[in-house]
């Protein structure tokens, strides 16, 4: 298996910005929002954060009912960028028992850019066709996870918030310097 995601040292116990809140889940059962981080995180976890070497400035909101799983996967692109691919996220879930996070080898076939309902781009497969590589149920440990190859999110009886944080693009680094990087600063929890 690769090593699609690490767990990794950074507390999460009082992240959030005194005046933000999460946002009303749609009747859809499903919601994506994109946020900058300094709206939803205190300057105190920011600057916390930034002094571990990650500067965080964009943060994605996604929720998921119970059972809506998808039958795609998918790559994340860079926020009203077509042309980059984001290698890595950090995420962390609220509630969501049972559901986990899957990735698949890369594909050979090309596939289209499609639109996430808050203009952000991503390319998707349906995953029936993929080869599974690597799984995760994340919890409310920080996870940093790749999202440059193809990846969804399986779901069980339990509601999914995940928080999944963002670097700007000169902080893309690919997936093996990301974690390399988070090793040297001793905050990857070896798998």
């Known amino acids: 298996m690769s090593n699609s995601w690490y767990n990794i040292k950074i507390d999460t116990s009082n992240p959030f910005n ?66 980059t691919v984001n290698n890595f996220a950090i995420n962390w879930v609220i509630d969501g028992i049972g ?33 599974m590589i690597d799984r995760c149920a994340i919890k409310d440990k920080m996870t940093l996870v790749n999202v440059g190859i193809p990846h969804s999110v399986n779901m069980a009886e339990q509601g999914r918030w995940c928080i999944s944080v963002r670097t700007g693009e000169e902080n893309n680094f690919p997936w093996d310097q990301i974690v390399e990087k988070m090793r040297e600063r001793n905050l990857l929890i070896e798998r």
Request: glycine residues 6%.
């Open 18 to 83: 005194a005046n933000w809140k999460f946002p009303d889940v749609p009747v859809t059962g499903n919601g994506i929002w994109c946020i900058p981080a300094q709206e939803v995180f205190s300057q105190e976890w920011l600057s916390y954060v930034s002094s571990l070497g990650l500067d965080l400035v964009q943060t994605m909101i996604f929720y998921r009912g119970p059972y809506r799983s998808t039958r795609f996967a998918h790559i994340d692109l860079y926020y009203g960028d077509t042309n």
């Open 99 to 131: 559901s986990e996070m899957v990735w698949y080898k890369m594909p050979l076939k090309k596939s289209k850019v499609q639109w996430a309902n808050a203009d952000i781009p991503y390319i998707n497969w349906d995953r029936r066709e993929l080869e």
